[in-house]
Nanobody, 121 residues
Framework: QVQLAESGGGLVQSGGSLRLSCAAS????????VNWYRQVSGKERELVAF???????NYADFAKGRFTISRDDAWKTVFLQMNNLKFEDTAVYYC???????????????WGPGTQVTVSP
């Protein structure tokens, strides 16, 4: 089991920056990758960025050039640096850790409670 807790959200003006953190505890060594998602009320959750244990990093188109995902060496914390924030970035941001269960061929997924990011126009 993995427990996740996001922090760093808040209110920021358009053009500003925030750094989100996702703190992991529990079976950290089982984590194969961490994703950041976001969700606006009434809309589907969408992928923002991911980082895998093999070093693969990727971003949604809206995040490229503005957001940076990174982690500490122990995989205890994964960060999402968000620069040049826009009003449309307003959402609840969630981190999601994934473990590949090679025995069953399934993905074990863990979610944090989310952190609110509000960007004023």
């Amino acid at each position: 089991q993995v427990q996740l807790a996001e922090s760093g959200g808040g209110l920021v003006q358009s053009g500003g920056s925030l750094r989100l953190s996702c703190a992991a505890s529990g079976s950290i060594r089982s984590i194969d990758g961490v994703n950041w998602y976001r969700q606006v009320s009434g809309k589907e959750r969408e992928l923002v960025a991911f980082i895998n244990r093999d070093g693969t990093i990727n971003y949604a188109d809206f995040a490229k050039g503005r957001f940076t995902i990174s982690r500490d060496d122990a995989w205890k914390t994964v960060f999402l640096q968000m620069n040049n924030l826009k009003f449309e970035d307003t959402a609840v941001y969630y981190c999601n850790a994934v473990h590949i269960n090679y025995l069953t061929g399934s993905l074990d997924k863990y979610w944090g409670p989310g952190t609110q990011v509000t960007v004023s126009p």
